[in-house]
Protein backbone atom coordinates (compact mmCIF):
# COMPACT_ATOMS: atom_id res chain seq x y z
CA UNK A 1 0.00 0.00 0.00
CA UNK A 2 1.15 3.48 -0.33
CA UNK A 3 1.14 5.96 2.42
CA UNK A 4 1.48 9.81 3.03
CA UNK A 5 2.81 11.60 6.22
CA UNK A 6 -0.54 12.53 6.90
CA UNK A 7 -2.20 9.12 6.63
CA UNK A 8 0.91 7.57 9.10
CA UNK A 9 -0.11 8.18 12.08
CA UNK A 10 -3.43 6.59 11.60
CA UNK A 11 -2.24 3.41 9.63
CA UNK A 12 0.24 2.71 12.56
CA UNK A 13 -2.29 3.16 15.07
CA UNK A 14 -4.35 0.01 13.29
CA UNK A 15 -1.46 -1.93 12.24
CA UNK A 16 2.36 -2.91 11.56
CA UNK A 17 3.48 -3.91 8.68
CA UNK A 18 6.65 -6.54 8.12
CA UNK A 19 8.49 -4.06 5.72
CA UNK A 20 7.92 -0.33 4.91
CA UNK A 21 10.17 2.04 2.68
CA UNK A 22 10.22 5.92 3.25
CA UNK A 23 11.54 7.97 0.08
CA UNK A 24 11.81 11.52 -0.74
CA UNK A 25 14.44 14.15 -0.51
CA UNK A 26 13.21 15.99 2.39
CA UNK A 27 15.56 14.63 5.28
CA UNK A 28 13.13 16.08 7.89
CA UNK A 29 10.18 14.13 7.10
CA UNK A 30 12.14 11.26 5.83
CA UNK A 31 13.59 11.17 9.07
CA UNK A 32 10.47 11.91 11.17
CA UNK A 33 8.37 8.86 9.33
CA UNK A 34 11.51 6.57 9.72
CA UNK A 35 10.97 7.77 14.04
CA UNK A 36 7.23 6.98 13.64
CA UNK A 37 7.95 3.77 12.29
CA UNK A 38 10.67 2.44 15.01
CA UNK A 39 8.95 3.86 17.78
CA UNK A 40 5.79 1.62 17.04
CA UNK A 41 8.08 -1.26 16.07
CA UNK A 42 9.78 -0.71 19.82
CA UNK A 43 5.92 -0.77 21.08
CA UNK A 44 5.33 -4.06 19.51
CA UNK A 45 8.75 -5.74 21.43
CA UNK A 46 11.02 -5.09 18.46
CA UNK A 47 14.15 -4.53 21.29
CA UNK A 48 16.93 -5.01 18.38
CA UNK A 49 17.83 -2.85 15.75
CA UNK A 50 20.47 -3.65 13.00
CA UNK A 51 21.40 -0.71 10.74
CA UNK A 52 23.09 -0.93 7.38
CA UNK A 53 24.28 2.48 5.16
CA UNK A 54 24.31 1.13 1.92
CA UNK A 55 26.76 3.32 -0.49
CA UNK A 56 29.02 0.56 -1.70
CA UNK A 57 28.21 -3.19 -3.42
CA UNK A 58 29.78 -5.25 -1.05
CA UNK A 59 27.51 -3.74 1.76
CA UNK A 60 24.74 -5.86 0.49
CA UNK A 61 26.54 -8.87 1.73
CA UNK A 62 26.02 -8.03 5.18
CA UNK A 63 21.92 -6.81 4.53
CA UNK A 64 21.63 -10.38 2.61
CA UNK A 65 23.73 -11.98 5.81
CA UNK A 66 21.43 -10.23 8.16
CA UNK A 67 18.15 -11.91 8.37
CA UNK A 68 20.56 -15.68 8.61
CA UNK A 69 22.22 -14.40 12.05
CA UNK A 70 20.03 -15.02 14.90
CA UNK A 71 20.04 -12.96 18.01
CA UNK A 72 21.51 -14.21 21.48
CA UNK A 73 18.71 -13.73 22.94
CA UNK A 74 16.06 -14.07 20.53
CA UNK A 75 14.94 -10.62 20.21
CA UNK A 76 12.25 -9.18 17.53
CA UNK A 77 14.68 -7.27 15.29
CA UNK A 78 14.12 -4.14 13.21
CA UNK A 79 16.34 -3.88 9.74
CA UNK A 80 17.11 -0.38 8.82
CA UNK A 81 18.06 -0.16 5.53
CA UNK A 82 19.50 3.37 4.16
CA UNK A 83 20.11 3.70 0.83
CA UNK A 84 22.57 6.45 -0.30
CA UNK A 85 20.66 6.10 -4.18
CA UNK A 86 17.57 4.97 -5.21
CA UNK A 87 19.11 3.00 -7.43
CA UNK A 88 20.54 0.06 -5.59
CA UNK A 89 21.86 -1.60 -9.01
CA UNK A 90 21.20 -5.63 -9.32
CA UNK A 91 22.80 -6.85 -5.97
CA UNK A 92 21.11 -4.41 -4.03
CA UNK A 93 17.92 -4.96 -6.26
CA UNK A 94 17.79 -8.61 -5.07
CA UNK A 95 19.02 -8.01 -1.82
CA UNK A 96 15.66 -5.82 -1.57
CA UNK A 97 13.83 -8.06 -2.89
CA UNK A 98 14.55 -11.01 -0.82
CA UNK A 99 13.80 -8.61 2.24
CA UNK A 100 10.16 -7.32 1.18
CA UNK A 101 9.46 -11.55 0.59
CA UNK A 102 10.71 -11.81 4.14
CA UNK A 103 7.80 -13.75 5.99
CA UNK A 104 9.10 -13.91 9.57
CA UNK A 105 7.64 -12.07 12.76
CA UNK A 106 10.29 -11.04 14.14
CA UNK A 107 12.20 -8.93 11.44
CA UNK A 108 10.76 -5.63 10.29
CA UNK A 109 12.26 -4.21 7.61
CA UNK A 110 12.88 -0.20 7.05
CA UNK A 111 14.57 1.09 3.98
CA UNK A 112 15.45 4.75 3.68
CA UNK A 113 16.05 6.11 0.18
CA UNK A 114 16.49 9.73 -1.40
CA UNK A 115 13.24 10.36 -3.87
CA UNK A 116 12.05 7.57 -6.24
CA UNK A 117 11.87 8.54 -10.07
CA UNK A 118 9.87 6.54 -12.49
CA UNK A 119 12.16 3.82 -13.55
CA UNK A 120 13.43 3.09 -9.56
CA UNK A 121 9.05 3.47 -8.78
CA UNK A 122 8.57 0.20 -11.28
CA UNK A 123 11.51 -1.78 -9.94
CA UNK A 124 10.34 -5.36 -8.03
CA UNK A 125 12.03 -4.28 -4.96
CA UNK A 126 9.43 -1.37 -4.89
CA UNK A 127 6.84 -3.63 -5.98
CA UNK A 128 7.26 -6.02 -3.52
CA UNK A 129 7.02 -3.44 -0.76
CA UNK A 130 4.14 -2.10 -2.04
CA UNK A 131 2.53 -5.55 -2.42
CA UNK A 132 3.72 -6.81 1.85
CA UNK A 133 4.16 -3.58 3.06
CA UNK A 134 3.93 -0.01 2.76
CA UNK A 135 5.37 3.16 0.92
CA UNK A 136 5.57 6.04 2.80
CA UNK A 137 6.69 8.67 -0.44
CA UNK A 138 7.27 11.76 0.91
CA UNK A 139 7.55 14.96 -1.44
CA UNK A 140 8.55 18.60 -0.71
CA UNK A 141 6.29 21.40 0.73
CA UNK A 142 6.11 23.79 -1.71
CA UNK A 143 5.58 27.41 -1.39
CA UNK A 144 1.23 28.02 -1.18
CA UNK A 145 1.79 25.32 1.71
CA UNK A 146 4.82 26.41 3.60
CA UNK A 147 3.09 28.34 6.36
CA UNK A 148 0.15 26.11 6.61
CA UNK A 149 3.31 23.47 7.72
CA UNK A 150 4.69 26.03 9.89
CA UNK A 151 1.32 26.52 11.56
CA UNK A 152 0.51 22.49 12.05
CA UNK A 153 4.44 22.84 13.35
CA UNK A 154 3.79 25.33 15.85
CA UNK A 155 0.56 23.36 17.14
CA UNK A 156 2.69 20.31 17.70
CA UNK A 157 5.40 22.15 19.76
CA UNK A 158 2.38 24.00 21.80
CA UNK A 159 4.12 27.07 20.10
CA UNK A 160 1.92 30.39 19.18
CA UNK A 161 2.56 32.37 16.33
CA UNK A 162 0.50 34.84 14.30
CA UNK A 163 0.24 35.07 10.38
CA UNK A 164 2.59 37.63 9.43
CA UNK A 165 5.30 36.17 11.72
CA UNK A 166 4.73 32.58 9.96
CA UNK A 167 4.90 34.46 6.99
CA UNK A 168 8.40 36.15 7.82
CA UNK A 169 9.84 32.65 8.68
CA UNK A 170 8.78 31.10 5.61
CA UNK A 171 10.06 33.37 3.62
CA UNK A 172 13.62 33.53 5.65
CA UNK A 173 13.23 29.33 5.71
CA UNK A 174 12.81 29.00 2.26
CA UNK A 175 12.42 25.05 1.07
CA UNK A 176 14.34 24.00 3.85
CA UNK A 177 11.98 22.11 6.32
CA UNK A 178 14.81 20.94 8.90
CA UNK A 179 15.90 24.53 9.80
CA UNK A 180 12.43 26.12 10.07
CA UNK A 181 11.86 23.53 12.66
CA UNK A 182 15.27 23.87 14.30
CA UNK A 183 14.53 28.10 13.99
CA UNK A 184 10.44 26.94 15.32
CA UNK A 185 12.32 24.94 18.40
CA UNK A 186 15.03 28.00 19.32
CA UNK A 187 11.86 30.29 19.56
CA UNK A 188 10.28 28.12 21.52
CA UNK A 189 12.81 28.61 24.11
CA UNK A 190 13.72 32.33 23.18
CA UNK A 191 9.70 33.07 23.99
CA UNK A 192 7.87 30.35 26.18
CA UNK A 193 4.99 31.87 27.06
CA UNK A 194 4.72 34.86 24.49
CA UNK A 195 2.79 34.63 20.93
CA UNK A 196 5.30 35.16 18.22
CA UNK A 197 4.82 37.88 16.28
CA UNK A 198 7.34 39.27 13.15
CA UNK A 199 9.63 41.47 15.53
CA UNK A 200 10.50 38.55 17.45
CA UNK A 201 11.00 36.24 14.29
CA UNK A 202 12.95 39.27 12.59
CA UNK A 203 15.13 39.61 15.28
CA UNK A 204 16.21 35.93 16.12
CA UNK A 205 15.76 34.00 12.96
CA UNK A 206 19.15 33.55 10.45
CA UNK A 207 18.20 33.88 6.49
CA UNK A 208 18.83 29.88 6.31
CA UNK A 209 17.07 29.58 2.53
CA UNK A 210 17.91 27.13 0.34
CA UNK A 211 18.04 27.63 -3.09
CA UNK A 212 17.88 24.91 -5.38
CA UNK A 213 18.28 25.19 -9.36
CA UNK A 214 14.88 22.95 -9.57
CA UNK A 215 13.06 26.12 -7.85
CA UNK A 216 14.66 28.40 -10.12
CA UNK A 217 13.72 26.31 -13.36
CA UNK A 218 10.02 25.97 -11.52
CA UNK A 219 9.93 29.85 -11.18
CA UNK A 220 11.33 30.69 -14.29
CA UNK A 221 8.83 28.28 -16.37
CA UNK A 222 5.69 29.58 -14.31
CA UNK A 223 6.88 32.97 -15.74
CA UNK A 224 7.14 34.31 -11.92
CA UNK A 225 10.06 36.96 -12.77
CA UNK A 226 10.95 38.55 -9.33
CA UNK A 227 10.80 34.68 -7.68
CA UNK A 228 13.16 33.06 -9.98
CA UNK A 229 15.39 36.81 -9.97
CA UNK A 230 15.58 36.30 -5.97
CA UNK A 231 16.22 32.50 -6.18
CA UNK A 232 19.23 33.26 -9.17
CA UNK A 233 20.59 35.41 -6.61
CA UNK A 234 20.84 33.53 -3.86
CA UNK A 235 22.22 30.43 -6.26
CA UNK A 236 25.16 33.23 -6.68
CA UNK A 237 25.25 33.92 -3.23
CA UNK A 238 25.85 30.05 -2.31
CA UNK A 239 28.42 29.64 -4.95
CA UNK A 240 26.70 27.15 -7.34
CA UNK A 241 27.89 26.73 -10.37
CA UNK A 242 26.92 28.67 -13.40
CA UNK A 243 26.57 25.88 -15.76
CA UNK A 244 24.30 24.22 -13.40
CA UNK A 245 22.04 26.89 -13.58
CA UNK A 246 21.97 27.68 -17.14
CA UNK A 247 20.98 23.83 -17.59
CA UNK A 248 18.15 24.41 -15.18
CA UNK A 249 16.82 27.27 -17.48
CA UNK A 250 17.70 25.57 -20.59
CA UNK A 251 15.93 21.97 -19.07
CA UNK A 252 12.45 24.55 -18.29
CA UNK A 253 12.64 26.11 -21.75
CA UNK A 254 13.03 22.97 -23.83
CA UNK A 255 10.23 21.35 -21.25
CA UNK A 256 7.37 24.14 -22.25
CA UNK A 257 8.71 24.29 -25.98
CA UNK A 258 8.12 20.16 -25.90
CA UNK A 259 4.90 20.37 -24.30
CA UNK A 260 3.36 23.12 -26.12
CA UNK A 261 4.49 21.40 -29.39
CA UNK A 262 2.83 18.56 -28.12
CA UNK A 263 -0.91 17.70 -29.51
CA UNK A 264 -3.86 19.09 -27.45
CA UNK A 265 -4.47 16.27 -24.75
CA UNK A 266 -0.79 14.98 -24.95
CA UNK A 267 0.80 14.41 -21.64
CA UNK A 268 3.80 15.93 -20.39
CA UNK A 269 7.07 15.87 -20.33
CA UNK A 270 8.12 12.49 -17.86
CA UNK A 271 10.87 14.32 -16.26
CA UNK A 272 8.15 16.31 -14.64
CA UNK A 273 6.99 14.33 -11.42
CA UNK A 274 6.59 16.81 -8.43
CA UNK A 275 3.38 18.21 -7.99
CA UNK A 276 5.35 21.82 -7.57
CA UNK A 277 6.82 20.87 -11.08
CA UNK A 278 3.66 19.81 -12.91
CA UNK A 279 2.07 23.13 -11.49
CA UNK A 280 4.77 25.23 -12.95
CA UNK A 281 4.58 23.39 -16.71
CA UNK A 282 0.74 23.86 -16.47
CA UNK A 283 1.03 27.87 -16.32
CA UNK A 284 4.24 27.65 -18.30
CA UNK A 285 1.73 26.65 -21.25
CA UNK A 286 -0.85 29.49 -20.53
CA UNK A 287 2.02 31.76 -21.85
CA UNK A 288 3.51 29.84 -23.98
CA UNK A 289 2.61 31.76 -27.14
CA UNK A 290 4.42 34.52 -25.76
CA UNK A 291 7.27 33.14 -24.46
CA UNK A 292 9.96 34.33 -27.00
CA UNK A 293 11.72 31.27 -27.74
CA UNK A 294 14.15 32.73 -30.34
CA UNK A 295 15.51 35.42 -27.88
CA UNK A 296 15.93 32.99 -25.50
CA UNK A 297 17.86 30.47 -27.38
CA UNK A 298 19.87 33.42 -28.08
CA UNK A 299 20.33 34.62 -24.36
CA UNK A 300 21.40 31.19 -23.50
CA UNK A 301 24.01 30.87 -25.98
CA UNK A 302 25.49 34.01 -24.66
CA UNK A 303 25.02 32.58 -21.42
CA UNK A 304 27.18 29.69 -22.18
CA UNK A 305 29.92 31.20 -24.15
CA UNK A 306 30.37 33.77 -21.13
CA UNK A 307 30.75 30.94 -18.74
CA UNK A 308 33.25 29.04 -20.81
CA UNK A 309 35.13 32.43 -21.05
CA UNK A 310 34.40 32.76 -25.23
CA UNK A 311 32.63 35.95 -24.71
CA UNK A 312 33.10 39.31 -22.50
CA UNK A 313 30.54 39.87 -19.63
CA UNK A 314 29.34 38.75 -16.51
CA UNK A 315 27.86 35.37 -17.10
CA UNK A 316 25.43 35.78 -13.68
CA UNK A 317 24.46 39.21 -15.44
CA UNK A 318 23.38 37.18 -18.56
CA UNK A 319 21.59 34.60 -16.64
CA UNK A 320 19.49 37.15 -14.64
CA UNK A 321 18.82 38.48 -18.58
CA UNK A 322 17.77 34.94 -19.36
CA UNK A 323 15.45 34.54 -16.87
CA UNK A 324 13.56 37.42 -17.38
CA UNK A 325 13.40 36.68 -21.07
CA UNK A 326 12.09 33.48 -20.63
CA UNK A 327 9.50 34.86 -18.39
CA UNK A 328 8.73 38.01 -20.90
CA UNK A 329 9.99 40.77 -19.09
CA UNK A 330 13.05 41.59 -21.06
CA UNK A 331 15.32 43.77 -18.99
CA UNK A 332 17.60 44.59 -21.77
CA UNK A 333 17.18 44.40 -26.00
CA UNK A 334 20.28 42.09 -27.06
CA UNK A 335 22.59 43.06 -28.35
CA UNK A 336 22.73 44.18 -32.22
CA UNK A 337 25.13 41.28 -33.35
CA UNK A 338 22.83 38.63 -31.26
CA UNK A 339 19.87 40.61 -32.94
CA UNK A 340 20.54 40.26 -36.17
CA UNK A 341 20.73 36.65 -36.02
CA UNK A 342 17.66 36.12 -34.60
CA UNK A 343 16.16 37.88 -37.74
Known sequence: MKLTTDSLAAHLARELLPVYLVSGDEPLQVAEAADAVRARARAADFSERETHAIERVADWDAVSAATSNLSLFAAR??????????????????????????????????????????????????????TAGAWIQIWPVDDQHLVAWLQGRCRRLRLRADDEALEILAERTEGNLLAAHQELEKLRLLFPETPLTAANVL????????????????????????????VLAGLRAEGVEPTLV?????????????????????????????????????????????????????????????????????????????TAEFCTRPLLPLPRSSSNRYR
Open 77 to 130: RIIDIRLASAKPGVAGGAALLKLAQLRDKDFLVLISAPRLDRDAQNASWVKAIE
Open 246 to 322: LWAINKAVHDLWKAQAAPAGGTPPRTWQRPAQAAALAQGLRRARSVPFGRVTLRAERADRMIKGRLAGDAWDELALL
Open 203 to 230: ASVADSARYEVAQLGEAALAGETARALH
